[in-house]
């Protein structure tokens, strides 16, 4: 069984931000697996692949980086 998360312990435990957690949600990176839409829970084995797989660039990025 996965262990499930609040977002507040389980950035703490990827070492990030609350904030960036919710970035990775916005952006679709990883999603709750379980809890509510106002208190998701997530499970530490996708928060651990989310963190290795590569972010995506937003086109804003992208112009301000090129």
């Not at 952006?27 to 998701?40: D, E, F, K, N, S």
Request: aromatic share 4%; no cysteine; net charge positive.
């Amino acid at each position: 069984m996965a262990r499930l998360l609040p977002a507040d312990l389980a950035a703490r435990a990827l070492g990030i931000s609350t904030s960036t957690l919710r970035v990775w949600r916005y952006r679709g990176l990883i999603q709750p697996a379980g809890g509510t839409q106002r208190h998701p829970l997530y499970a530490l084995e996708d928060l651990h692949a989310a963190r290795q797989a590569p972010k995506p660039r937003l086109a804003k990025e992208k112009a301000l980086a090129g």
